[in-house]
Structure formats: C-alpha cells, structure tokens
C-alpha cells in the first residue's frame, strides 16, 4: 500500500497542486515540438515539389536498414500493445447516454480503419505483384470497391444509428456498435502488423525510407558537423547573434497562437485545475472554473506581441548582411530590410479593418467571434488576400526572394555562413511561412473552429431552426478543433509553396511598386470601406441585425457543403483510373506528329 499512497501523492502533486506549471510545460513541449516538425515536413515537400517540376532527384534516396526480425518485431510488439489497450478500455467503457456517442466513435473508427487497411494492401499487392492466394483474393477485389463498401458501411451505419435512436432495438444497435467497433478496431490492427511482417519474413533486409523524411533528418545532422566559418574582417559577435535574432523569435510568436478551445478541468477544494478531472462533456458550453486555454500566452495584445517578435527577423537580416564583411551580403542586407520593412508597414493596415470588427486584439477572442457570426474571410475577404500577399512578400520566398536572389548577389544576406548558422537562417524561413499561415488560419479561418461544431457537441442550427443535435466527448470536441487548425494551416502553407514553384520571381523595383503603390493604397480603401459597413450596420433596424445573423449562419453552412464537396472530389480523384495516351515515338519529329505537331505546321524535321 505504501508504494501506491506514494504515487497518488506524487500525481496529485504534479496534477493538482503545480497543475498550472505543468500545463505550461506541456503547451510549450507540444507546440515547439509541434510547428517544428510542420516546418521539417514543409522542408521536405518542398524538395519533392522541386524534384517533380524540376526533373531532379528527390529526398527519398536516404535510408536505414534493419534486420528482418527486428522490423517484424518492430511492427508487431507496438499493435499488440495497442490490442489490448483498446480492449481495455472497451471493457471499462462509459455507461448511459455517454456509451451511445462512444458506440458511433467506436462503430466508424472500427469501419474506416478496416478498409483503410485494406486499401493500403491492395496498392501494395497491385506495386510488387500478388505472392498469396490471399494477394489473389484482394487484387481482384480491387481497391476502388474496397473504398467503395467502406464509405458505404459509413454510411450504413450512421443512417441506422439516426433512425434507431432512442428505441429498444437502438440499444441493442447500440451494445452491438460498442462491441463491434472496437472489435473491427483489434481486427484491423492485427489484420495490418499480421500481414506487414507476414509479407517481409523472406527479405535479408528490411529499408526504411519514410517517404523522403529521413533526407531532411540527415540534412540537420549534416549541418551540425559542418565547419564554423567566420570571415576575416568580419564582426564575430554580430555575425554570430544575427541567426538567433533571426530564429528564436519566429518560433516565440507560436506563444500567442491558439491551437484549440478551452479545456474543461474540475478543481479541487483549494480552486487548483485537477488534470485528472477532465470534463466529459460540456452541455452548457462554457467553463466556469478549471479553464485551461490550449494557447501558451493569452495576453491582451496577443496580436501586437506577434508583430512585435515577428519584426525583430529585420533586425537579424540587417545585422547578418552588416557583419559579414562582404558586399554581396551588404546587398542582401539592404535588401532584406527595405523589403521586410515596406511589406510589414501593408501587413498592419490590412488587419485594422478585421480589427474594427472584431473588437479585440486577443486572438482566441477572434477566435469566439468569429465561430459565433461568421469567418472573417467572410466579413473581410479583401484584407485575407491582401494579408496572403504581404505575408508571401515578408518571408522572403520566391517569387519575393530578392534578398538571396542568386544569379544577382550569390546567396545575400547569409552568403558568409556555414552549418548550424546558415541552417538557422534557411529554417527560420520556413518556420516564418508556418507562423504566417498560424495567424492567417486564426484571423480569417475561424482558427480551431469548425462550422456547427460547439462546446457541448455538433448543432446544425440555422435561423433559429434546429435541424440536427448531437452530443459529442468534451475530449472529441477539442482534438477535432486542433485537427481543424492543423488542417488549415498545412493548407495555407501548401498554397504558398504552390506560388513558390509557379511563379518567377520579381525584379526589385517591381517587388517595391507592388507594396507601395499597390497593396498599401487597396489596404486603405479597405480600411474606409469597412468603417462605413460598421456605420451602416450600426444604425441598421432590428430585422437587418437578424438578417446579418442567418448570413453568417448561411456562410456556415457554405463551409460545410464545400468541405464534404472537397472530400468527395478527392476520392472521386483518387479512385478515377488515369487515362494514359499510349504511342510509339523514336524521334522528336514524331514525337511532336503525336501530339499535334507545333502550332505553326507539322514538323518536317
């Protein structure tokens, strides 16, 4: 007994009493760990998109390998761990009304992992060829009807559990779904370690390449070991300082970003957050003690705070370009700065006029706003634009990469740095396209707010009609919201490594006449325009307040229907055979004949 009142003393002293620090430690651990593997994994896709535009090798050329026994062992050890986890938990599962929002979880988790499986040996079975009569059986099956059954059995499902609710056989539904799920759930697991090391059991050697991520890994080690050099003449201190005034403080602004809503914690009789309390739901929709924001710093200027760090990055350019002793850097320098600084001057104004609006610099307040009435690309469509590119502009990215523009200054700024140092500066501009699409996701895509999504759980609500109401696991509620956020910002930053890949890049003066005399003009008509909309909606009667409300409840909705579009596309995308031209070509003449011939004549070469 002694060894178990010593743990619970030590849980309740780290859970209870120094709750506050520990979740401290906890956001800052998860978000730093967080945005720097985004940062790593938008490294690597953008190696691969240059490698597919580009015509040159990809980052999937660095491997490791392992014994054949220890990659089985490895693939089956973690899904039994996992096994019995879920059969655990299963069995101790909730009773009453919580077990039937558990039994829908459970029941389509169970169906979408079956034939996700599935799927996933089919493209293996159709890559390497079939070995096993089983490989035989799934290859004629094919992986479309297997997407198929499953969006089906989805389908199937849900519809059932809607039509059955609340009546005798919806219980019996409802046991059957919470069983059956996390059986389907056991099942698939085992089905995909089981077969994983069946199917690598006569390989000497098993290679993990990880789909090209392993090249960005060898990448960071190889720039550790890499010579330190300093320039003669150069000033050691400064030179030294500028990639940390330039690092550090793009990863600092993460602080003030919120990831998710508010976790609902009990209290203990002192008022301290109990860690181990935490809500099963929240049917009224607000925390009245034991809030914890997942949001590192909520501060009052949270959004001045992340200009104000994001600035300092001018400073560590600047300084780079100054110390290095060089002329070239000089340039780059210069460059950095006058860039930076005339497209941050467009970046404020663009968001006085969602700030007017808002009411807040707090940044999970514009959050609450705006999954209260309507997203704010909605109500300031022309200041996300103009943010999207003033924000492409400010971190220095092709086609803005005049500041380290090659063919004119070599490499700029950063020309005299090796190892750690220029891999400070190279990683501090992904991390600032990262940071930018952070605070582009909360400002104008409702940050962790998904639409008709609550607190209490999912209501589709529309002009004071309640159309569908479902209760859903405090839990549930935020790892979808912080699922939606990443969504959104791999999203934007997907978009601006499209721009990167699409677009040459502009000569200087071009670069300083499309903030100056272009952005920055817009920006303020902007500004003007929304003044007058707060006026006249202002003075707008009772029914054109109303009106507005269904608006934002309509733009909801828009969100809704083109997401589920998105989705339906996408597979519809992935399961459409390619259509392939097929054609025997043995010179660039009939090469071109094939095609079209030129657009002139035919080619008679």
């Not at 390989?203 to 960071?220: S, W």
Request: proline content about 4%.
């Amino acid at each position: 007994m002694k060894p178990s009142g010593t743990l619970d003393q030590l849980a309740t002293f780290f859970l209870v009493t120094h709750s506050d620090l520990v979740l401290i430690l906890l956001k800052v651990l998860l978000v730093v760990l967080m945005m720097m593997n985004i940062a790593v994994l938008l490294t690597w896709a953008d190696r691969r998109q240059g490698a597919m535009i580009q015509d040159r090798i990809g980052p999937n050329r660095a491997v490791i390998w392992f014994p054949t026994s220890f990659a089985q062992g490895a693939l089956v050890v973690p899904a039994l761990g996992t096994m019995a986890l879920i059969f655990w938990l299963a069995f101790n599962g909730p009773q009453g009304p919580a077990r039937t929002t558990w039994a829908i979880l459970l029941s389509q988790a169970g169906i979408f992992l079956t034939w996700f499986t599935g799927l996933v040996i089919a493209g293996r079975v159709s890559k390497r060829g079939a070995r096993t009569k089983f490989d035989l059986w799934i290859q004629s099956v094919g992986g479309r009807r297997i997407v198929y059954f499953g969006l089906g059995a989805h389908a199937l499902a849900f519809l059932a559990a809607s039509a059955l609710r609340g009546t005798a056989l919806g219980l019996l539904l409802r046991d059957g779904g919470y069983g059956g799920g996390a059986g389907l759930l056991i099942f698939a697991i085992g089905w995909g370690a089981g077969y994983a090391a069946y199917s690598i059991r006569r390989e000497k050697r098993v290679g993990i390449r990880a789909i090209g991520l392993l090249h960005a890994a060898a990448d960071g080690l190889k720039t550790i070991w890499k010579e330190d050099f300093i320039p003669p003449g150069a000033d050691r201190f400064l030179h030294s300082l500028a990639p940390l005034i330039s690092f550090f403080p793009a990863l600092a602004v993460f602080a003030v970003i919120p990831f998710g809503d508010t976790l609902c914690f009990g209290t203990d009789a002192a008022g301290h957050i109990d860690l181990r309390k935490l809500f099963a739901n929240v049917p009224a929709g607000v925390c009245t003690s034991g809030a914890a924001p997942i949001q590192i710093a909520n501060l009052n200027v949270g959004l001045l705070f992340f200009f104000a760090l994001a600035g300092t990055g001018i400073v560590g350019a600047a300084l780079a370009g100054w110390a290095s002793n060089n002329k070239y850097s000089l340039l780059g320098g210069l460059r950095a700065a006058s860039q930076m600084v005339s497209y941050e001057v467009t970046m404020g104004l663009t968001l006085i006029g969602a700030l007017m609006i808002y009411g807040t610099l707090e940044l999970d307040r514009i959050v609450l706003w705006q999954s209260q009435h309507a997203w704010g690309i909605f109500v300031q469509p022309l200041a996300f634009f103009l943010f999207f590119a003033a924000a492409v502009a400010e971190s220095k990215r092709i086609p803005f990469d005049l500041p380290e523009g090659e063919s004119e200054i070599v490499a700029g700024y950063f020309t005299e740095y090796a190892g750690m140092k220029f891999a400070m500066f190279f990683f501090s501009e992904y991390i600032a396209v990262v940071s930018s699409s952070a605070l582009m996701a909360t400002l104008f895509l409702g940050g962790w707010h998904l639409p008709f999504l609550e607190r209490s759980g999912l209501q589709i609500e529309i002009g004071g009609n309640m159309l569908f109401q479902q209760a859903l696991p405090h839990g549930l509620v935020i790892v979808l919201g912080v699922l939606a956020f990443l969504a959104k910002l791999i999203g934007l930053c997907w978009l601006q490594l499209m721009i990167r890949w699409t677009l040459p890049r502009f000569r200087y003066d071009q670069l300083m006449r499309l903030g100056w005399r272009k952005l920055l003009p817009v920006s303020l008509v902007n500004i003007l325009a929304t003044g007058l909309l707060i006026l006249l909606v202002g003075s707008a009667a009772g029914p054109a307040q109303r009106l507005l409300g269904v608006a934002g409840e309509l733009s909801m909705a828009l969100v809704a229907l083109l997401g589920l579009a998105a989705f339906v596309w996408l597979f519809v995308f992935l399961l459409t055979p390619p259509n392939k031209r097929k054609f025997l070509a043995t010179t660039s003449a009939q090469f071109a004949a094939a095609l079209g011939g030129t657009r002139a004549s035919r080619m008679g070469a």
